[in-house]
């Protein structure tokens, strides 16, 4: 294993590697020799038993929101990333692409070691001192107001430590570029309210929550502590639940979550609100604050009936909006996807008015006393570019950004770079700004390195090293303190600390101090450590309208231009704004509104791609003032017909082989200009051309439609709440009439008490699960999940075109309505073995591979499969997968872990072989561990001891587990709930999956 | 049957013939005769008149033992080591019929045959034999001493054999 | 039945001209012949190496999508199956009705029966994800002191399969000890040798015929239940699940009429060249020609029934899952397959209706083309369209064989022809002594008169 | 008559034969091994040549540890009570006594080589499972159902490593297949459920 792993460090390899557990060993089959090596550690690591997890706070760096982290340690590899329960910003939750940072860690595509620009334009490895010299010599060259240093959204000390460091050498030329850095919203609220600040919404005491076009459960602020709390609002709990209304030209993924989802035209969303300010002030629904009388002037221009028109959204929808939304607690939400296009200033300029209107602010719209760090907005990385050509920039660095592939190629962000004489990246991967670069020193992971980060003000949360360094990286903040020693002078005076811990502990010390906490820091520390973080309260402001108010001839709202369409680029809720897409994970997670993998696609109604005579998979061209793009179509009836929709985070061409060529960018269509507010605007004009080329989709979706199956059943409120709830039952009516259906009952139960000897007597569990539609968003971290706990093989476009996708665990999606009156809907629903009763695939199978358990589980024995398939065909959920190819053997094409990916397979679980089945276990190595514990503690299993991956990732809370046979366990109650259904019931196979009806909060017309 | 010992062969073209030929030795008391035929032939076997053949029994006994064994092999496994499939019962009889009927086909089948060459091998004949007989001719074998070849030999002829040979 | 042969339609030939004419097909082959041979071997060769291929990658280099989890090969498997069983029909079931017309035509059928049971018997293993553990489908002891699942109708399917080709095989073996004995005598040189052992002495005493003509019966009695338990079986395999298209009660007959359909079929499709080729016209007439077209207008028939009845359940059931299933065989994505199995089995047939077609060789030998491929193609209809139109829409998806399935399917047509082949010029293909059973020995009154 | 009672016999003989042949054969699996009671002195020069097992890149004597001295296979196997895998020592834990202990021994020179070097030892592993079983030592060795009941863990451990204590060099003792753990564990009422060790 470590012969092959070329650039890892073998020896701390050796170190760490420690006793491998059965995942791993059916990895190192491989070894020279056929004998399989034990290798002890030289000196064992405290609180470290090979065979037993450890756990280790840390933090999500995957996106700014600032997740924290339970990093699961095996013999010092970390195998899973779970939710930090104490943690205030996620509670415990991750997303999918928190899932997948295991996949930075481990990426076979990070820089080994520093690179170096060779006189023949490629880059050749050289060892750390010359790195580090040839760093000092660059920034020693050129004077301190020529250097330029670039990072992400860097919210911590990380970020005081990089400008105390530019100050060493008497440099303030920092930017920290963030690709989305809500440039309209904070406009709006300066414009408004008079001060730069990002609003806070709270979402958990919203009965009412109107978005426009926020995608606030997919990547906007911080998706998993927003779904959370949108659960904890939105989800049905004893006969009431809130509202959710969705206002934005697509139906996204959070737009799929919504009771009600309004298409406007495209960038019209402001004029809405202002007209429902209108309504609001008109007919005095809420009292509305004192100065809200300066504004009568000008919300009289947005009387309903003349925005109904402009925004071609009827006026009396708005006068029920406005009624509605100031009937309970609610909160109208601005900023993501709806608040990126030219006049998106306006648009959340207008939602902060009228939730000012409707007596919001202070309440659910709240600005706290501090305001974090502002990221540096569009048009200041557009002012770098500028300099940059001028050639006023000497030395440029550029650490965790990729400005790039991430600002739109109108910008020529890279022929402006080419003007810097001396570029050094930090970054961990040869992506298309480090192979700009001159120099490359690649930092550590998250996961390796000591650093913390505020994402919200008074949360401070921790990252600490989880593992020995895989590869021969190291910690920029080291990095750049011995640049500074080395460069001497006042820049050594000026950074005395030798190490970046020690920075970080005297920047924690003084927290410390402010926090007012008397114990000794290494308590305190060592308490931040475990906790993850330490967290503080921060107050809020109360705020009144601005004097003099901004401009509000910006509510003028974006003009779709007449020809052509409107194209909205919105970031993919997967690969974010494109840093996901070298981990295969993400690339292999079906888009949860379009379930295609691996590639870009332009989602264009059925009636608009008719006029073109464009099918799904047809490959049209989108041309733009700025540029053009290639991408297969995606028929999406969820979008206006004059509106497309492409997701960003493709066209990669560097970042590793899991990204490189891969689809197309959609910023190539966007223009370099800075829109008035200093974003980028998102809505543009294109035109569309079918190129007459054609690709199977890599789609995970066999049919759209549900063919009235009732596999995604929904009740709407009242049914539920007035009606007989089990009269709800959708799709056909059971095939056989009651009476009979009592006999066959019974005669099941004779057949049941057959089984019941031996193993079988029933004093175990029976183990089962629900899962409340009204909670799931269809936001598929647990699909990441699952493909993490279990080791399953992510198999490339090409086989997913062809169903042969691995993952256990699917989100199907169905699509309702959309045609003749009907409203449009879509609905989703977790599909995974159901583990039934009468299981149809348990008695097809000739050797006993699949066979049902004393505990209730259908098992699948690997070993044992002789690969006949006939379960998988007996299956009327499909939830069994069959490994076509070998997985694990590096001579294939379809090997899935090149190393050190492999690293990260969990020890408890099989790699599965060639030839056999597999489907989901219910986490059976979870179970199975409990229980040994359970059984060493000689006690009972307590009820939600156990817990499932995809459960415990699940932001929205939706998945219970637990013992059925117990009467009181959270899973027997959910079992019982009126909502409670069995997918494909009538076929008596008996599911241990009871999925509760999702909820429409709607008046049924 | 002591192996070479003399006798007379004679081979018929026309059935009739033959089958007088064998009443006639019948009636003078001859029993240890051979006939040979290329096809059976009723009336050659209703001159002959046997018994019917044993083997039957080997069927019948072959097709029960495989009916037993076929339950016993099922139900026995199933109970060894118990797993429950889908809810069923550990050991269901119904499913386990087409492997007992399988069985009850094979080993009925096997048992025939073993039967069939058993008492074919058993009652085989090491006498004169005439290739033609596998043709198109009957032919007879009747073992005799020396002193009662003549009259043997005349009633063969008489029945109209095509060739009387003496077999020493 | 037994008068379907009028014993002056049949110009008599004596014994011993039978002997002679039949005796005769085992002369020397022609060049033909060793072309023949020559290429049906290299196609099977092709096959293996197929076969190796996905062995070594895995059975993704089929074309399987899933839920798409059987295909070609389960098709083909079903199908060789099926062309099995005429055999045995006219062989045992024909016999124990006392049907003259069979004698002629018997042997070449059941031969074809033993080598089609032997390639059938190659495609579960072809199937199966991990060939080189396909022994644990039997039920041997072993250290892991663990059993197979008789509850899986695939376990029936092994020992159904495994029985049916054993008593076939004895019960053709049988039926040729009588002729060997026959071809021993004009034989010479090595092949003289082999008829020594392989006739195992028969002599055709009165005590060997009086075993023989009762055991021949038994092995019969025995082997018309086996063969309509065979198919049924395998009806089950697919009857057995709940896979709508699948779920049917009516299957076992269903699949049994078109086992024998496809057979009898076969049986035509191998007998016209052979009658030519062996100069065995003047016993393999255009009256054996009618009387198998009259079995597979039978046989048509009530396949065609069954497609009929299978939609009218569809509908009558009420089930949506069947509705939608048989809606999607007759108009979804597969249309073009469903329609040339109706056509080929279901309309085809009806043309024997007409006296004249039945009694034209060459119109026989193209329908036998015909209903060989609709019966396959009504194998992957069942399977693969069903199962790509099931329970879950989110999980339906669409398969087309890859060129491995294909290379495999021509392998395992090579393989049957390269036995068949082999056993029509080593051994009779028509039975010397049944034929000469139906014709009178002569007798002492006719000769004289 | 006869021939047809022997034939009777002959096919019932057959099928009971048949049935026979198919119950399940016994591996035995080897109890503790004998008087531990009575000082057990570990032969002094042996020929390694001849010894059964792997080759490891140091002789380390089991024989001399746990047998002479009666160390507790706890002591270097610390984690076998607590984790599914016993645990290798660390070079530092033979180093805690071999600092001072056996220096004359060339095996001796050869772990201070290691730990002087700072390398870790290649052992080659002897009980070799297959990457689809799960072995919980810690279920095993704290076990006190059936005749585990009034085992020393110490002789829990020989039950599948066999006379360990006596082995100058270790080899595998139990065959390690599924027939010899399902016979265990079928003696000792333990649950076969095929979940108990594959997933």
């Given amino acids: 294993m470590a012969e092959n792993s070329n650039g890892m460090n073998r020896r701390r390899f050796l170190k760490v590697l420690g006793v491998t557990g059965g995942g791993a060993a059916a990895l190192t089959g491989c070894s020279g020799d056929g004998a399989q090596k034990l290798i002890p550690y030289i000196v064992p690591p405290d609180n470290q038993i090979p065979g037993i997890a450890t756990w280790y706070a840390s933090t999500c760096r995957e996106c700014p929101a600032g997740c ?209 300010a209108r309504v609001i002030v008109r007919d005095g629904l809420a009292s509305v604050p004192s100065d809200v009388a300066r504004l009568e002037s000008i919300l009289d221009q947005f009387e309903p009936d003349s925005v109904a028109a402009r925004t071609d959204v009827p006026a009396e929808t708005i006068e029920r909006l406005a009624r509605e939304f100031v009937s309970e607690p609610s909160v109208a939400l601005a900023g993501g996807v709806g608040c990126q296009h030219a006049e998106a200033h306006g648009t959340a300029a207008a939602v902060l008015l009228m939730n000012y209107v409707a007596g919001n602010v202070g309440r659910t719209v709240q600005f706290a006393t501090e305001s974090g760090s502002a990221p540096a907005t569009y048009a200041d990385v557009v002012g770098l570019a500028q300099m940059m050509r001028d050639g006023s920039v000497g030395a440029l660095l550029v650490h965790s950004a990729n400005p790039v592939y991430a600002t739109p190629p109108g910008l020529r962000f890279v022929e402006a770079m080419r003007q810097v004489p001396f570029k050094v990246s930090f970054s961990r991967f040869l992506d298309e700004t480090a192979a700009e670069c001159d120099l490359v020193l690649p ?67 003084r927290l410390q101090r402010r926090l007012g906490d008397p114990r000794p820091f290494a308590a305190f520390w060592t308490e931040a450590l475990q906790r993850g973080g330490a967290w503080r309260e921060v107050g809020t402001r109360a705020v009144r309208l601005a004097t003099p108010m901004g401009r509000f001839g910006d509510v003028l709202p974006w003009v779709a231009p007449a020809d052509g369409l409107a194209l909205v680029a919105y970031p993919s809720p997967a690969l974010f704004d494109g840093r996901g897409a070298n981990r295969p994970w993400l690339q292999e997670l079906p888009d949860p509104v379009t379930k295609v993998t691996w590639s870009t696609w332009v989602e264009i109604h059925p009636e608009t791609a008719a006029e073109y005579r ?392 | 049957m002591s192996a070479g010992a003399g006798g007379i062969l004679a081979s018929y073209v026309h059935v009739d013939a033959a089958a007088d030929a064998i009443r006639a030795l019948k009636a003078k008391g001859y029993r240890d005769f051979t006939v040979y035929t290329p096809v059976p032939n009723v009336e050659i076997a209703q001159a002959v008149r046997h018994r019917v053949s044993p083997v039957r029994l080997w069927t019948l006994l072959g097709g029960l033992t495989g009916c037993a064994a076929g339950f016993a092999l099922t139900l026995w496994m199933s109970y060894d080591w118990p797993l429950v499939v889908g809810g069923r019962p550990i050991g269901s009889v119904i499913p386990y019929v087409v492997i007992a009927f399988e069985l009850t086909i094979l080993f009925g089948a096997g048992a025939t045959i073993l039967g069939l060459l058993f008492h074919s091998w058993r009652t085989k004949q090491t006498g004169p034999y005439d290739g033609r007989f596998t043709d198109d001719h009957i032919g007879i074998f009747v073992p005799c001493p020396v002193e009662r070849r003549p009259d043997v030999e005349e009633l063969l002829q008489a029945s109209g054999a095509e060739e009387v040979r003496v077999e020493t | 039945m037994t008068t379907l042969v009028q014993e002056d339609q049949l110009t008599r030939p004596t014994y011993h001209e039978v002997t002679r004419d039949i005796v005769a097909t085992l002369g020397r082959p022609s060049r033909m012949y060793y072309v023949l041979l020559g290429l049906v071997i290299t196609v099977f060769a092709i096959g293996v190496v197929a076969l190796l291929f996905q062995v070594r990658y895995g059975l993704g280099v089929a074309g399987y999508t899933p839920p798409v989890m059987w295909g070609v090969y389960i098709a083909t498997f079903v199908f060789w199956v099926g062309i099995a069983h005429s055999g045995t029909l006219i062989s045992a079931i024909l016999y124990l009705f006392r049907s003259a017309w069979r004698t002629s035509v018997y042997r070449t059928a059941e031969a074809m029966t033993v080598f089609a049971v032997m390639t059938a018997g190659l495609f579960p293993l072809i199937h199966v994800g991990r060939i080189w553990y396909a022994y644990w489908l039997f039920p041997y002891p072993n250290q892991r002191q663990l059993w197979v699942n008789f509850k899986s109708p695939l376990l029936w399917d092994v020992f159904a399969v495994s029985t049916y080709f054993t008593v076939s095989t004895l019960f053709l073996i049988v039926g040729l000890i009588p002729d060997l004995a026959a071809v021993r005598e004009k034989a010479t040189g090595w092949r003289k040798k082999l008829y020594e052992i392989t006739s195992l002495g028969w002599r055709g005493t009165d005590q060997q015929w009086r075993h023989y003509t009762r055991g021949y019966l038994y092995l019969a009695a025995l082997a018309t239940p086996l063969v309509l338990s065979v198919h049924s079986v395998v009806s089950w395999d697919f009857a057995m699940s709940i896979v709508p298209g699948w779920h049917a009660t009516i299957f076992a007959p269903y699949f049994v009429a078109g086992a024998i359909y496809s057979g009898v079929a076969m049986v035509v499709t191998l007998l016209v060249p052979l009658r030519k080729v062996f100069k065995v016209e003047r016993y393999i007439t255009v009256e054996h020609f009618e009387n198998l077209a009259k079995l597979l207008l039978l046989t048509g028939l009530i396949v065609g029934y069954a497609y009929a009845i299978e939609y009218f359940i569809a509908w009558y059931s009420g089930s949506p899952y069947e509705r939608a299933s048989f809606w999607n065989r007759a108009f979804g994505e597969y249309w073009w397959a469903t329609w040339t199995m109706i056509t080929c089995n279901g309309f085809l047939p009806l043309l024997l209706f007409s006296r004249k077609i039945r009694r034209s060789i060459p119109a026989m030998f193209v329908l036998s083309l015909f209903v060989n491929l609709g019966m396959w193609f009504e194998r992957f209809v069942i399977i693969v369209v069903s199962l790509s139109f099931e329970y879950e829409p989110y999980a339906m998806g669409h398969y087309t064989p890859s060129w491995v399935e294909w290379a495999i399917l021509a392998g395992s047509f090579a393989w049957f022809f390269m036995w068949f082949l082999l056993f029509a010029k080593n051994f009779p293909t028509v039975s010397i002594t049944e034929v000469k059973e139906i014709i009178p020995m002569p007798r002492k009154e006719r000769a004289h008169a | 008559m006869t021939k047809r009672a022997l034939f009777v016999t002959g096919t019932l003989v057959a099928a009971v034969a048949s049935v026979s042949l198919l119950t399940s054969q016994s591996t035995t699996a080897q109890g503790p091994q004998g008087d531990t009671a009575v000082p057990y002195e570990a032969p ?156």
């Avoid at chain 1, 006969?239 to 298409?263: C, L, N, Q, Y």
């Avoid at chain 1, 044992?864 to 001579?891: H, L």
């Avoid at chain 1, 998945?959 to 009467?967: A, E, K, T």
């Fill in chain 1, 68 to 276: 924290g982290l339970h990093v699961r340690v095996r013999e010092g590899r970390p195998v899973k990333l779970e939710g930090n329960p104490d943690h205030p910003v996620n509670g415990g939750r991750l997303c999918a692409r928190g899932q997948a940072g295991l996949q930075g860690l481990y990426n076979p595509d990070r820089v080994r070691q520093p690179l170096a620009r060779a006189s023949d334009g490629t880059f050749e490895p050289i060892s750390w001192d010359e790195a580090i010299a040839r760093i000092t010599e660059g920034v020693n060259a050129v004077p301190g107001d020529q250097m330029r240093f670039m990072t992400g959204s860097e919210a911590g000390t990380f970020d005081r430590f990089v400008d105390d460091w530019l100050a060493a050498f008497g440099s303030t030329g920092r930017i920290n570029f963030e690709p989305f850095a809500y440039e309209a919203l904070r406009h709006a609220s300066r414009s408004v309210f008079g001060i730069d600040a990002l609003p806070r919404y709270d979402l958990a005491s919203a009965r009412y929550v109107l978005s426009f076009g926020t995608d606030f459960l997919e990547t906007w602020s911080n998706p998993v502590g927003q779904a959370r709390a949108f659960g904890d609002s939105h989800g049905f709990r004893d006969g009431a639940m809130g509202k959710f209304v969705h206002v934005e030209p697509r139906m996204s993924m959070t737009a799929m979550s919504a009771d009600e989802w309004i298409a406007p035209a495209p960038g019209t969303e402001g004029l809405i609100a202002m007209a429902m």
């Fill in chain 1, 443 to 509: 930092d550590h992971d998250p996961l390796e390195q000591w650093n913390d980060s505020e994402p919200i003000p008074g949360v401070h949360t921790l990252q600490q090293p989880v593992m020995q360094p895989v590869f021969e990286t190291r910690q920029t903040g080291d990095v750049l303190l011995t640049v500074a020693q080395q460069a001497g002078g006042r820049a050594a005076t000026r950074l005395a600390t030798s190490t970046y811990k020690e920075y970080l502990e005297a920047a924690w010390q």
């Fill in chain 1, 614 to 1005: 464009i099918a799904e998979g047809d490959i049209v061209e989108l041309a733009s003032q700025a540029g053009s793009i290639r991408v297969p179509a995606y028929l999406y009836p969820g979008i206006r017909r004059d509106c497309v929709a492409v997701p960003m985070g493709q066209g990669h061409t560097a970042f590793g082989r899991y990204a490189e060529g891969r689809g197309a960018n959609v910023l190539s269509l966007l223009s370099g200009e800075p829109t008035a507010y200093g974003g980028v605007a998102t809505y543009t004009a294109v035109t569309l051309r079918h190129t007459g080329a054609h690709e199977r989709l890599a789609k995970t979706e066999g049919r759209p439609r549900q063919l009235g199956r009732g596999i995604a059943q929904a009740i709407a409120l009242e049914e539920l709440v007035h009606g007989e709830p089990h009269e709800a039952h959708e799709g056909h009516a059971a095939p056989v009439p009651e009476h009979i259906e009592d006999v066959l009952d019974e005669w099941q139960e004779g057949e049941f008490r057959e089984t019941e000897q031996g193993d079988y007597a029933g004093e175990h569990p029976r183990w089962a699960m629900a899962v409340d539609l009204s909670r799931c968003t269809g936001c598929s971290a647990c699909v990441t999940a699952c493909h993490a706990e279990n080791n399953i093989a992510t198999v490339g476009a090409e086989l997913v075109s062809r169903g042969r996708e691995m993952s256990w665990l699917r989100i199907e999606r169905y699509f309702e309505g959309g045609e003749n009156g009907v409203p449009f809907e879509a609905r989703v629903v977790p599909m995974m073995c159901q583990h039934c009763g009468n299981a149809p695939c348990e008695p097809v199978c000739p050797v006993f591979a699949a066979y049902h358990t004393p505990d209730g589980l259908n098992a699948q024995i690997y070993n044992r499969c002789v690969g006949t398939r006939y379960c998988s065909n007996n299956c009327p959920y499909k939830v069994r997968y069959f490994n076509w190819f070998d997985y694990q053997d590096e001579a294939d094409s379809t090997f899935a872990w090149p190393a050190p990916l492999h690293w990260l397979l969990n020890p408890d679980v099989t790699v599965r072989a060639k030839g056999v089945m597999e489907k989901c276990t219910f986490c059976v190595q979870r179970i199975r561990d409990k229980q040994h514990a359970a059984t060493l503690a000689d006690r009972e299993l307590a009820d939600g001891e156990v817990v499932t991956a995809c459960q415990q990732t699940c932001p929205a809370n939706a998945i219970v587990f637990g013992d059925l046979h117990d009467p009181n366990s959270q899973v027997s109650r959910a079992a019982r709930d009126a909502r409670g259904y069995h997918v494909l019931g009538d076929l008596n196979t008996r599911p241990a999956i009871t999925y509760l009806k999702k909820v429409r909060n709607i008046v049924e017309a």
């Fill in chain 4, 44 to 199: 002094v020069d042996i020929d390694t040549a001849g010894l059964p097992g792997p080759k490891q890149p140091i002789l380390y004597r089991h024989d001399v540890h746990a047998g002479q001295y009666e160390m507790d296979c706890r002591y270097c196997h610390f984690a076998a009570e607590v984790s599914p895998s016993p645990a290798l020592p660390a070079v530092a834990t033979c180093m805690g006594c071999h600092i001072i202990a056996g220096a004359a021994n060339p095996e001796v020179q050869k772990l201070r080589e290691y730990w002087n070097e700072r390398r870790p030892i290649e052992w080659i592993e002897v009980h070799e499972m297959a990457p689809f079983v799960r072995f919980p030592h810690n279920r095993h060795v704290v076990s006190d159902s059936g005749s585990f009941k009034e085992l020393e863990v110490v002789e829990k451990c020989d039950v599948c490593h066999g006379p360990i204590r006596r082995m100058p060099q270790v080899y595998q003792f139990a065959s390690l297949k599924m027939g010899w753990c399902i016979t265990c564990h079928e003696k000792d009422q333990v649950s076969i459920d095929c979940t108990l060790c594959h997933y």
